[in-house]
């Protein structure tokens, strides 16, 4: 079998059991396998001939992955199909799973623009496998009553991870503290008043404070109420945003814990980001794909269907973007994925709704614009989808192709090309300004925990 091994060498081929015997190997992830069961029935699925790609590891090559119930047992070249069931991954891209560190799921309080069970699903169409929701529901998320509430509602209509984010202040009114500690036992993985701006700087020291005491990120909305209150129906300036960038940046300096800035959409926000890093400050920051796709140049800025918060900018700031995920500055690549029922947007600019449905079209945009477009490697653009955000959001056992990690994987057809038709989302919200744009790269399968929950 020495020739075997050579082959496995001149490939670069990284296997979890690595040797020279290829019989030793499998016996090898047959034991690993056993050692992963369940007490109960066990379910084998190994995925054949798939170009598996782990941004941890930087693993890349042609490889097998066996998945026992709910974990991957093993990874190496052909593991035995007997008695297993196959899934053919020839020409295929296998990453882990997306995770999303912002989405808005809308339940509880306003399922007629989105629910547990069809934006579940819209995000299993996407790729993703973890998602972390919200607080600015009706109610809030803002007690452990309606937490439970939630995650009751989680277990019976959700067919991937859902982590709930808790309010800072009651209602997100920023008036009143909501008690972090008594969210964080609920099991909220991270505080945030997204939606709105938590104005009042005392309050965000205590989030603050309780960010460093619980090992959670604060997730903050960056926008001046005080500003933008006074230009409604008009587009708000980069100012509103990298102001509020720029308290909470030096705020997180002061008391200590973690800041993530969300839907980061300016050059100056980004610089006082990547400046604030090399001064050691714990912050973190995403990127929405309809952030670095689109701009003043190639998108009708009044159209109510581009209305979002923040807003689609410049082409010089979408270019920005661009350079901040290629010079590392960009932690992850988030959707802000917010549907809406049609009514809301079939108004005018000043009256309609801010938010885009961009949980289904988001791998597609990053591929065709990252990759394609900008030369990005595909392993970068894999791990602003997977791995960075599972460290920023605590997840364990996510965003890794590696034995004993949970089976989170979606498979990419990467010569897929395709069109957007909004009417064909799974989501409620149909609300896009990618409507008709010709994209490349395709979710062929997600698979979360072992179980397939969406196929092309």
Known sequence: MDFLRDKFVLAGAKTIFFCANIEIETELCRQTAILIRNDGGVMEIVIKNGRVIDPKTGRDEIMDLLIVDDKIACIQAQISTDQREVIDANGMIVSPGFIDLHVHLREPGFEFKETIYTGSR?????GYTSVFCMPNTKPALDTKETLQALKERIQKDSVIGIYPVGAITQGIKGEVLTDHSELYLSGVKALSDDGRTTMNPDHMRKAFEASKKLNIPVM??????????????????????????????NLCAEVGGKLHVSHVSTKEAANAINEARTNHVKVTCEVAPHHFALSDKNVDMTSTLSKVNPPIRSEEDRKAMIAAIKLGWVDAIATDHAPHEASSKETNYENASFGISGIETAFGVSYQTLVIDENIPLIKVLSLLTYQPAQIGGLENEGVIEAGYYANLVILDLESKW????????SKGKNTPFEGMQLQGEVVRTIYRGKTVYER
């Open 122 to 126: 819209a995000c299993a169409k996407g």
């Open 220 to 249: 903050t909305h960056s926008e001046d109420h005080d500003l933008t209150e006074r230009l409604k129906g008009e587009i708000y300036p980069p100012k509103a945003e990298y102001e509020i960038v720029y308290r909470d940046i």
């Open 419 to 426: 069109q957007v038709i909004s009417n064909q989302f799974i």
